[in-house]
């Protein structure tokens, strides 16, 4: 992850080896072959991720973005994983052991608050304008930058998301450049996302 400062395309390419390194030679071999620019722009309304045949564009925003929803998930597993537990342990339903959690409630807000920011900051035409929830940490380059393990988690939860969607977009670069693009745009977004799950999940049991 980044803070406020460039993220030069070496952290970018760094980033995506981290996340397979037991495809790193392939990466360096492909990522040589296509040599796609990597352009970081001014935040805007919305976010910013795309791809031609020339370059991958993103902003900061979008990466502050991930940050929130990772670090938000993890709430949601706080909030959801002991009803699982009990649900297993008493041999109840989920929604069962839910019902009966009085201080569900407040929790869940708090979570659902965590959603709500993330989506208040993809809406913002001035990210300074969106409001960071107060007990959630800013993005930092640094994953030992608190020592605590669930941070620690959190961070890696972030650098395999943004690892993904870099991944998604290099391969957009990929079927352009050999003018290989599907007619369907939404068949090409599929043929992307599975072109980015296989690349970082298929020979895993290497690392």
Sequence with gaps: M????????????????????ERESELTSLWERYKPDLALI???????????????????????VFWLIAFGGWR??????PHVILSVVEGRTVADVMRADTGLDE????????????????????????????????????RNARNDPQYQVAFDFVCLAVAFAVFHE??????????????????????????????MTANIERY
């Design 2 to 21: 980044t803070d406020k400062d460039d993220m030069p395309k070496e952290a970018v390419i760094a980033l995506m080896k981290g996340a397979v390194p």
């Design 42 to 64: 001014a935040d805007a309304r919305r976010i910013t991720l795309n791809a031609n045949k020339d370059r991958i564009a993103f902003d900061i925003k979008t990466m502050d």
């Design 76 to 81: 949601a597993i706080e909030c959801y994983s």
């Design 107 to 142: 929790v869940e807000r708090d979570y659902k608050e965590r959603r709500a920011a993330a989506q208040a900051l993809i809406d913002a035409p001035d990210p300074a304008s969106a409001r960071w929830p107060p007990d959630l940490p800013r993005p930092s380059s640094d």
């Design 170 to 199: 290099f391969h957009h670069v990929m079927l352009d450049r050999d003018q290989n693009r599907p007619a369907d745009r939404r068949e090409e977004e599929m043929a992307c996302d599975v072109w980015a799950r296989d690349f």
